[in-house]
């Protein structure tokens, strides 16, 4: 049995469900169930319960999991140990960068964004993974590993005194960057009567069948947090497809929302707009597109941070 079966666990303890323990240990969730398995089979007990509400630990599966409460943190904190002492502690070579990500629009245009730093940094390994706030905070906040850096990239809704909501970047332990700022403007298929207008009243807008990105009770997007201040929306469909969300739009089955910073003709927006006319709101809903790290930028992060598309204003702005 191997330290990494043994830290599924801890994901499967914290979420009480394989499907979302599986999004923080970066696995399917055919891989994680494969895993546990492998692990039940090699100590002869049952270790998790399957039931209609999730999954629950056996009273052999909590003797496992006190186990790994004690060996996991303390093989983490090891690791972290040895990585602070090392002499090539901070060197890029060979290192891997995870993105964690809660904005579908970023995530879908971040290949097109890194290609410039990945052409510069050849030896630096890139993984993206969508997520919620909170499971993005968690993995800033875990131990270090060696040649691991970690990043958050939200899209943070601003209060009208211009400070981020907490409930997005709610952590003494985090540094919140900001990097694109800007309102949103709805999105209608261009043969929709709203395409006519000039402008769209938000009282109007939730009138209307609205199409957006997924969201539940663990992840409430950006977008959902905003639209909630003003009434509550009548969703026609979650969408967790780019595509899926302009089909639906061109197809005048509802109303869209976009942030203003994709709309500068950067790619896919560019074409997934084709058929699209946005339209301004006449409330201001401002949010802000920035970096999440633990500590001050430094070292790669710096770096990577330096190629990411950035506006004056936003740039020059201080947030406290």
């Known amino acids: 049995m191997r330290l990494e079966q043994l830290a599924t666990l801890l994901e499967v303890e914290r979420h009480k469900s394989l499907s979302l323990a599986c999004i923080p240990l970066h696995m399917t969730q055919q ?34 999991l006190a186990y790994a409460r004690e060996a996991v943190p303390g093989y983490r904190n090891l690791l972290a140990e040895f990585a602070r002492s090392s002499p090539k502690c901070g060197t890029a070579k060979g290192a891997e960068i995870r993105i964690y990500v809660n904005s579908l629009f970023y995530l879908a245009c971040l290949t097109e964004m890194l290609k410039d730093f990945c052409a510069s940094h050849p030896e630096v390994k890139i993984i993206t ?22 990043v958050g990239l939200l899209n943070v809704p601003y209060t009208e005194e211009g ?27 261009k043969n929709s009567p709203l395409a ?19 969201a539940d009770e663990f992840n409430v997007t950006p977008l959902h947090y905003m639209l909630s201040r003003h009434g509550k929306p009548n969703i026609v469909l979650s969408s967790s ?32 707009l084709k058929d699209i006319v946005p339209v301004r709101i006449r409330e201001k809903l401002w949010a802000v597109t920035g970096c999440l790290i633990a500590g001050r930028p430094q070292g790669i992060i710096e770096k990577f941070i330096a190629f990411l598309p950035k506006d004056k204003a936003t740039k020059e702005k201080r947030y406290d």
């Open 241 to 272: 497809s780019l595509n899926l969300w302009r089909d639906a739009i061109a197809a005048n089955m509802g109303v869209g929302f976009v942030h203003d910073i994709f709309l500068d003709g950067r790619e896919p927006f560019h074409s997934s």
């Open 129 to 150: 993974l969508g997520a919620a706030p909170d499971f993005i905070r968690e993995r800033l906040l875990e131990p270090e590993e060696d040649g691991v850096y970690r």
């Open 31 to 64: 891989t994680l169930s494969a895993c546990i398995r492998s692990m039940e089979r090699e100590l002869g007990i049952a270790i998790l319960k399957r039931t209609g509400r999730g999954v629950r630990f056996t009273a052999e599966g909590e003797k496992v």
């Open 196 to 214: 006519r207008k000039r402008e769209l009243s938000l009282r109007a807008l939730l009138r209307e069948p609205l199409v957006i990105g997924a």
């Open 163 to 189: 400070k981020p909501e907490k409930v997005f970047v709610n952590s003494s332990e985090l540094n919140f960057i900001p990097l694109e700022g800007g309102s949103y403007h709805a999105c209608v298929g």
